[in-house]
């Protein structure tokens, strides 16, 4: 299973949910007309009364209170937190308790979305801050939790405040971070370094150069599994930032769609295009995939040298290929590009997950009393155990008791000393911009459109 | 449900109801036989109950839902036309219909041409054919979202069979869909095929042998023509099939690379899963709808499929 801790966009199928639509039309009724007519809406049908739950919804009565969470491997955390919260005593002066829903990572937002909108949502739902929930926070579904982080010396000093604020709307906190800190990092293989007498990019002509080499040597300088569009897309979030600086997406982010003609918009655009037609990523990276291990075997197997992921690329690494982990992974920072504005120490990526709580809970003490246990020591320590880096204000010094502590303070002090942390574009904005987002840069990589059209594309995104 | 409704013929009326020219459908007189002991039209209340609740219903609520702006949560806003005009407007749409019909005839034409020959052959009386029918038949009792992600691998550019970009060109992905559907679905139609072709009297080929008629004259000249109702039950079929065509789709393109398989299905679930615009969703399921019907009544009409007209006039 990888540990793509908690992305939306993973792409994994949805299985089964609208699976039967087409074969249905096969059922041998063929005659009727009126069935063939039913047919159309059959795929709209059964993906929607799939996502129907049937729970009691929020308020339904007694004190359980319902957690919807991403089910990926890093939910066995949440599973203890739940566990210990339902014995404490804080349980019991609030008289509930949590029932955990986990579900399959790809279907979350979709299956997020559709309870939000029934008599069935959950108490408390796991989210990326930003657009992810923007459109809860709109509904006025989600509780705004600002004066309550304000008025609780647990919550107010328990994390670092870039994390609490990376996850807010308009300056308002809506979730309190729950998971490890996931910021996008340049990923290389060791042994095909020391192999070429290579050293890590800190430079876009560095890193031009470590290109030209590998590719004499026949290995393909970066891995992408490009099957998967969100992969792509680290690589215009880092070249946007380091060419015009974080600002540039911040205005996109604040809803000014004018902004992707920014001219480092178009200049990332066209790097990417260089290393595609100079054949950074290979010649089959559009059908390489993320979710199903091919790009990180790639990787692994030193096909590829280098890799641009997130920092889950560890765990999944350490799951497939645990040697490669332990000793031929490193790792730096995305390197700067010459003449731009961006500074090499900002970060790109998922600060963390959050959990927000439902603003129709029956339960809202339960809900707040749950949230608070994210701030504890034993919290933050169960992340550690797990790999994860926490994003509490004692992280630190915990770090020390994580299974790999170098890549864990690595990480730390990247996102600990980064000017600006940008959300990933796919959380940051609304999902009906995301969407087609991802397909205007899926068509750029795929050599589908210029640089020059995919930035028109991108500015009549409203 | 194309059964005939049975006649309302008041109580006491001195004509039964068998047997009579009555029948709306079918020029021709049909035996009492056929007509003896129709049940009620209460019996399809079930059915019927059920059609309108999964099918009408849901079909109607789509319908109304196109005419409104709904992300999912709070009331769905009316809007007018303004998805319908959307609709029009939209480059994606156009692409996404021309490769729906692309995908169609392709599928057709790749489906048509495998099942028929060999629903022929498995008509036949040969020894081993049993078996090889029921190890042919198999793919179409897997779910299609398991032969999807089978050939997902087996298509993998590093690790699967065949290590070309298959699914990150354009024609690559595409053809992709409509083999993938192909090995599915070819079995299904094989079997259509070979009970129609088992229909055919055996007199027919009898007498075309005496007339000295070989294998490929007997093929176009008895076999062909006598399967013209099946070819149309399953070209139906078919087509109905791939314009719902969806969960290949999701698991092996995802409609890409760029939009280069996001057929009509795709694009609609695109627009309400992925982009929460279930207005929109709801307008392009809608055309789905039209187009589904319209090319159904077409397919019909031409092939004189509606008049059930025998294949054995003159027989």
């Not at chain 1, 799939?50 to 949440?78: L, N, R």
């Not at chain 1, 559709?114 to 990326?128: C, I």
């Not at chain 1, 059209?453 to 995104?461: G, I, R, Y």
């Not at chain 2, 692409?95 to 169609?104: D, E, G, I, Y």
């Amino acid at each position: 299973m990888e540990s793509i801790n908690g992305r939306s966009t993973s792409g994994q199928p949805t299985g089964a949910g609208p699976g039967r639509s087409a074969g249905g039309s096969l059922s041998g009724r063929a005659f009727s007309r009126r069935w063939v007519l039913g047919a159309g809406a059959t795929t709209l049908l059964t993906t929607g009364l799939a996502a129907c739950g049937s729970d009691d919804g929020p308020g339904g009565g007694g004190g359980t209170i319902d957690a919807f969470v991403y089910g990926d491997d890093a939910v066995k955390v949440q599973q203890t937190a739940v566990e210990r919260f339902n014995k404490s005593a804080a349980s019991k002066s609030a008289k509930g308790t949590v029932k955990l829903v986990k579900i399959p990572g790809a279907d979350y937002t979709s299956k997020l979305r559709t309870a939000m909108g029934s008599p069935s949502a959950p108490d408390v739902l796991f989210n990326w801050g930003g657009g992810s929930i923007r459109a809860y926070q709109e509904a006025k579904q989600l509780i705004d939790l600002t004066d309550t982080i304000a008025g609780d010396p647990v919550l107010k000093s328990g994390f670092l405040p870039a994390v609490l604020a990376a996850g807010a709307l308009g300056g308002r906190n809506y979730g309190i971070p729950m998971r490890g800190m996931q910021p996008v990092i340049l990923f290389y293989n060791k042994s095909v370094f020391a192999e070429h007498k290579l050293q890590p990019p800190t430079t876009w002509a560095e890193l031009q150069d470590i290109n030209a080499k590998l590719k004499k040597a026949k290995i393909t300088p970066f891995a992408l599994g490009g099957a998967d569009t969100w992969t792509e897309l680290m690589w215009l979030e880092y070249l946007v930032d380091r060419i015009g600086g974080p600002e540039v997406f911040a205005k996109i982010q604040g809803g000014d769609a004018s902004a992707w003609g920014d001219p480092a918009v178009l200049k990332a655009a066209e790097t990417v295009k260089e290393l595609i037609d100079d054949g950074a990523f290979g010649s089959k990276f559009s059908s390489v995939s993320y979710v199903n291990g091919g790009a990180p075997a790639v990787f692994a197997k030193g096909k590829a040298a280098m890799h641009l992921m997130g920092s889950w690329e560890y765990s999944t690494q350490l799951g497939k290929f645990p040697s490669f982990a332990k000793n031929n992974l490193g790792w730096c920072a995305f390197p700067t590009v010459e003449g731009g504005t961006g500074d090499v120490r900002n970060v790109v990526g998922n600060p963390t997950n959050y959990w927000s709580v439902n603003a129709r809970t029956g339960n809202k003490d339960a809900a707040i009393a749950f949230l608070k246990d994210c701030a504890s020591e034993t919290y933050a320590k169960a992340l550690v155990a797990n790999g994860d880096i926490p994003t509490t204000s004692n992280a630190a010094k915990l770090l020390d008791a994580s299974p790999n502590p170098e890549f864990a303070k690595f990480q730390y002090e990247m996102v600990e000393k980064a000017p600006a942390f940008t959300l990933s574009w796919d959380q940051a904005v609304d999902a009906d911009i995301a969407t087609p987002m991802l397909t205007e840069i899926n068509k750029l990589f795929v050599g589908k459109s210029s640089p020059s059209e995919f930035v028109s594309a991108l500015k009549e995104l409203k | 449900m194309s059964a005939p409704t049975p006649t309302k013929a008041p109580v006491g009326s001195p004509v039964g109801e068998r047997g009579g020219p009555e029948l709306p459908r079918g020029p021709r007189k049909r035996s009492g036989a056929a007509t003896a002991g129709r049940p009620h039209a209460v019996w399809a209340l079930p059915g019927v109950l059920f059609f309108a609740f999964f099918a009408v219903v849901p079909m109607g609520l789509a319908f109304y839902l196109s005419f409104t702006s709904w992300d999912g949560l709070g009331d769905p806003t009316p809007v007018g036309l303004d998805n319908w005009r959307k609709l029009i407007n939209d480059d994606r749409m156009v692409q996404s219909l021309w490769l729906t019909v692309l995908l169609t005839a392709a599928s057709w034409v790749f489906q048509t041409v495998i099942a028929l020959l060999l629903g022929v052959w498995a008509a036949g009386r040969q020894r081993n054919r049993a078996v090889l029918s029921a190890i042919f038949f198999v793919p179409f009792l897997l779910s299609s979202t398991a032969i999807a992600l089978l050939f997902y691998a087996l298509l993998d550019p590093n690790f699967g069979i065949i290590q070309q970009n298959i699914l990150g060109s354009s024609s690559g992905a595409f053809l992709a869909i409509v083999f993938v559907g192909g090995w599915q679905f070819i079995p299904f139609h094989t079997l259509i095929y070979q009970g129609g072709a088992r229909q055919i009297p055996e007199v027919l080929y009898q007498a075309a042998a005496i007339d000295g008629a070989g294998r490929y004259r007997q093929f176009f000249s008895i076999t062909l023509p006598q399967l013209r109702h099946t070819v149309t039950t399953s070209t139906v079929l078919m087509v109905v099939g791939s314009l719902t065509y969806f969960e290949t789709v999701l698991i092996l393109t995802k409609g890409g690379p760029g939009t280069d398989t996001a057929i009509l299905p795709y694009l609609m679930y695109e627009a309400g899963f992925k982009s929460y615009d279930f207005g929109y969703a709801s307008a392009i399921a809608s055309f789905l709808v039209l187009v589904a019907t319209g090319l159904s009544l077409i397919l019909v009409r031409l092939t004189g499929f509606g008049g059930m007209r025998s294949t054995r006039e003159g027989m």
